[in-house]
């Protein structure tokens, strides 16, 4: 059975499931206004790979929900500071809605491109609405929740575990909450946080609003994934993961929330956190120019599923730094990798799962799987089993099923936007420098040659996109 670290136990623990034979799951989704990086990405390519897990080598049913909080937020993650949602719209001259809307299917493109398998419910906070408001009804009942005439406040001082999840102390919180945001006058305790904005003072002119029982306001950014999870995977379930940036202030209210308005703990039992993605040793942002998206990458001739090989390398769990070079890397392995089953197309497949010759192949490659998803080692029995001398038809049917794992999409694309040969890279470059100049004659004489050459090149507005024609 899959072993997996649990960062609310703080050790790696089997996962037994609630009910016999499904597995309740539920991610974190994007908050949808601004473009989706490479950060993203591994958050959910380890969503991914967990999932395929469950339901491949487990054989579970795995119900995946996912939310996109779509609800203009607050820029830090505690409860002060500007809308990122309305900023995003002014910027672009558009509305909230029409923004988070284009993100939301930039967003769904990338994980397309990343081979993720799409949540089986993915779910609007603006259409949770009602759910939201039933839920802080609840917390208000059960006496964990006060109103105010600026906000509704969670009163974490009632929460006996409040300061005791993910090891942090109410102090500590308190801290927290209190760098580089300002208290609001009408909170009890400084560690007390929003569950419904009303729309006065600073958000007098908040564009997204709706009636609850305490007036015009909106939600607070915690409460979608309390009302949400609970609503489509009932009051206690067993898998939640999102970013370690979520272990210091959004779970921990999540948790208190659901068990303050259910009574029942605990709220989830496992709890999975992906390690951030560094870039070049330093935390991904836009102001030190190095966040990059799928567009980036493809300008320099890198494709999707590379950086999902480049993924894998690394466990979920440790800090991940993003190099060209590792890439560069990666993107030769996969090449290399994918060319070896394409040498396999005329092998037919012959087993659904695989116990004949080379078994100690996937017997390696399921332990190191279920040992809290090691997939740089399941890679290396990949590779061990690829280059040994089994029989092809013990190959192909071994990768078949390692590959439904991976999501690698082995040897059905080969050539399809993969391995940009230099000369195109190079063109490439070229043209990015003509467009950087707005030397559109020379940029439109690059793409020509590039498509002489059987390359196609798409513009979007934040980068290119090159294809094997
Ligand atoms: P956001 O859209 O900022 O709410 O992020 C969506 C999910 O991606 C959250 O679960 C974040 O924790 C996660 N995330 C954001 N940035 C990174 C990063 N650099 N590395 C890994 N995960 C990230
Ligand atoms: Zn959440």
Redesign the pocket.
Known sequence: MLKIFNSLSKNVEEIVPIHKGEIGMYA?G??VYGYTHI??G??YVTDDILRRTLEIIEELKVKHVQNV?DVGHLTSDADSGEDKMEKGAVAAGKTVWEVAKEYTDYFNNVMKELNILPPTIVCKATDHIADQIALIEKIIANDYGYDTPEAVYFDVTKFADYGKMFNQTIEEKSVASREGVEVGEFKKHPADFVLWFKRVGKYKDHVMHWESPWGDGFPGWHIECSAMSMKYLGEQFDIHT??E??LSIHHPNEIAQSEAGTGKKPFVKYWIH?T??MVDGKK?SKSLGNLYKLTDLAEKGFSPLSLRYYFLTTHYHKQMNFTWEGLAGAQKSLLKLNKMVVDLSDVPVTAEGWSGEGVEYFQKFVAAMEDDLNTALALSIVWEMMKSNISDEAKKNLIVVMDSVLGLNLGTEPEKNMGIPEEIKELLTQREEARKTKNWAESDAIRAEIADKGYRVEDYPDGVKVEKI
């Open positions: 974190c994007p908050t950060g993203h591994r958050k909080t999102g970013g940036d979520h992906t951030f993605l991904m």
